[in-house]
């Protein structure tokens, strides 16, 4: 096993709040141990355009506060195709490379699990994504972020909802998962969570309405995770809107809302975590993982795992959001 002087550290996919607190605390690791860092600008693309510079210490000053990623992300389909990933390669080596940390969501960890397979470079990933939807993590960089974007929004909008006689659904990301759509409703206190995991077979919006969701209220705000089978918060309004024409339907989707804003402390942490334990990770000689946090401590996944979508929502929070709405 060769042993390290320099790493590159690129974010990829959709940005998510805490990116930033990330890359610092990978810079600031690797510097510590000596080691040179370089920072990879728009994620894959970077790689293959060769837009590479070294940071150092500074380079990642004043930017743990901030949201988004100052080394910015992008989508890049050159790199799913064999010559895009040989050009990467060759870059990397030309900028004296020898390991990378690559901070995104799944599709930028099937990259990173193609890339090291392909040409046996030590790569780390961070899970950088608010929608909590990576195993082997308790939950993502960004999450928490957005999730208490969503409460806030939703705070605002119980107002305006008590001020009528109401159905609001109010659509938040997730990429079928609906961790941001259960959660949230439990941390706003909405009647009901819409979500992919529970439409098996079960007509979540009938269910809703047969129980009498307004017995005991005038209005009621539903989170609904963006999902294609339900059509999201539209489809499910204009559900309503054909088959229970009786009640008034409105629809909130938060968008790219969800993804801006300063982390909190807890993403904050989280990554400075991540991204400390990525550079112990490469130190150890491990590669090809995935570093999560689970139960408080920090564990180490490989990448097939962590993208096996074996990470469900709890059963017992569904529940609970059904117990504390009567
Ligand atoms: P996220 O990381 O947020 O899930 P994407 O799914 O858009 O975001 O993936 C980010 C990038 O990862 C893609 O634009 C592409 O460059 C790379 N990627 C995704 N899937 C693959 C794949 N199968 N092979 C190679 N690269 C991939």
Same mark, same amino acid.
């Given at each position: 096993m060769a042993t390290i002087k320099s790493i590159g550290i690129l974010t990829s996919g959709g940005d998510a709040p805490g990116m930033n607190a990330a890359i610092r605390a990978v810079t600031r690791a690797a510097r510590y141990n000596g080691w040179s860092v370089n920072g990879i600008m728009r994620g894959y693309k970077g790689l293959i355009t060769g837009e590479i510079e070294e940071f150092h210490s500074? /380079?990642?000053?004043?930017?743990?506060?901030?949201?988004? @990623?100052?080394l910015k992300t992008a989508r890049c389909?050159?790199?799913?195709?064999a010559e895009g990933r040989k050009t990467a390669y060759d870059n990397m080596k030309a900028a004296g490379i020898d390991a990378l940390v690559v901070i995104g969501g799944d599709g930028t960890i099937t990259g990173a699990q193609v890339f090291a397979e392909e040409f046996d470079v030590p790569v780390v990933a961070l899970p950088g *994504?608010?929608?909590?939807?990576? /195993?082997? *993590?308790d939950t993502t960089i960004g999450y928490d972020t957005a999730l208490n974007t969503i409460v806030e929004a939703v705070d605002k909008l119980r107002d305006t909802a008590t001020s009528h006689e109401r159905l609001f659904f109010v659509e938040v990301m997730g990429r079928r998962a609906g961790y941001l759509a259960l959660n949230g409703a439990i941390a706003s206190g909405a009647e009901a969570a819409i979500i992919p995991e529970s439409? @098996?077979?079960?007509?979540q919006l009938k269910t809703l309405i047969d129980n009498g969701f307004r017995k005991s209220k005038n209005s009621a705000i539903v989170l609904v995770a963006e999902d294609p089978s339900t059509g999201g918060a539209l489809g499910l309004a204009e559900r309503v809107e054909r088959e229970f024409p009786q009640y008034d339907a409105r629809v909130t989707i938060l968008g790219h809302?969800?993804?801006?804003g300063s982390p909190t402390a807890a993403d904050r942490i989280l990554a400075s975590r991540l991204g400390a334990a990525a550079v112990e990770a490469l130190k150890e000689g491990q590669r090809n993982v995935m570093v999560g946090l689970k139960n408080g401590d920090i564990v180490y996944t490989p990448f097939c795992q962590a993208l096996s979508k074996s990470k469900t929502v709890k059963q017992s929070n569904v529940e609970l959001v059904k117990m504390l709405s009567i």
């Open positions: 500074n /380079s990642v000053s004043n930017i743990i506060q901030r949201g988004g @990623t100052i389909d050159e790199f799913k195709s *994504t608010i929608d909590n939807d990576l /195993s082997g *993590t439409q @098996t077979g079960d007509d809302l969800q993804r801006g």
